[in-house]
């Protein structure tokens, strides 16, 4: 028996200092194992599985519209082409995004950030924005995505976690909505993260999860940062990381690693 299984499962998490809850499982681009990744559909289905807080991407459009997208491209997830900053928002919003997940969801669109805050909040679903942006616009999407939220979300409902790769796009975020949380995403740990983690004022670090070991949540517990891990749809690697004191994973699957 490892030290892990000894040890048993965490408890559940408390919130963070700034209020923000984080539950044992977020939704990845909604449930991206269920419904197509990043749409309305996918935030329905996370609702209908129970889950509390979702994950979605954020990109500009070429006019400068926030929408729900990972890719640099349309190619995958619609039956666009293209590069998403050189599209129009009068374009985009006429694709389909749903067929390549499956015939029924033919017709699902790409939806606006707005339209998906709008949905979550009635879903009552937390919201963890990532801010996924086309290379030479990590600050512009960051603040002009913060600027639909913060005209959007109620001031009673705990802020929308705002995460990143980009450093650029963290410090943005830390100007336009100081108040907000904030999480660096990182995949291989590299050489002084936790420093730019701490520079950047971020909450939390969201890492790969093939990286987690015990001894990096211990170090990251002592550096006062919740770590989470992405993407863990494996039940077994679910229990894993939990047992090793991991606070939250995101999963396309949710259902399958329930956390305990």
């Known amino acids: 028996m490892s030290a892990a299984e000894r040890a048993g499962p965490a408890p559940a998490p408390p919130p963070l200092s700034d209020g ?10 909604g449930a991206a194992a269920h419904a197509p990744e990043n749409t309305l559909a996918g935030l329905r289905a996370a609702a209908a599985l129970g889950v509390t807080m979702v994950e979605v991407d954020v990109k500009l459009t070429a006019d400068g519209v926030p929408v729900l997208m990972h890719d640099e491209w349309l ?4 039956d666009g082409s293209g ?25 699902e669109p790409v939806p606006s950030l707005e339209q998906a805050l709008d949905l979550a909040l009635s879903l009552g679903l937390a919201v963890d924005l990532e801010i996924k942006p086309c290379r030479g616009r990590e600050a512009e999407t960051a603040r002009k995505a913060i600027e639909v939220a913060r005209a959007f979300w109620p001031a009673d409902r705990s802020a929308p976690l705002i995460s990143s790769f980009s450093a650029r796009s963290l410090a943005a975020a830390a100007q336009a909505a100081p108040g907000w949380p904030r999480g660096l995403l990182i995949g291989r740990p590299y050489r002084s993260w936790w420093r730019i ?3 950047l004022g971020a909450a939390l670090v969201g890492i790969d999860h093939r990286y987690v070991t015990i001894r990096r949540v211990e170090y990251c517990r002592a550096q006062g940062l919740p ?6 749809n494996d039940p077994i690697r679910a229990r894993t990381v939990y047992n090793f004191g ?3 994973v995101f999963s396309d699957a949710p259902d399958r690693v329930a956390g305990p």
């Open 227 to 232: 770590l989470l891990a992405y993407t863990v």
């Open 83 to 107: 590069a998403v900053r050189a599209t129009p928002w009068a374009d985009i919003r006429r694709l389909d995004a749903g067929s390549r997940f499956g015939s029924g969801f033919a017709g």
């Open 246 to 248: 991991i606070r939250s």
């Open 75 to 78: 190619d995958r997830t619609t």
């Open 20 to 29: 923000l809850v984080l539950p044992r499982v977020i939704g990845h681009r």
């Open 197 to 199: 983690a701490r520079r």
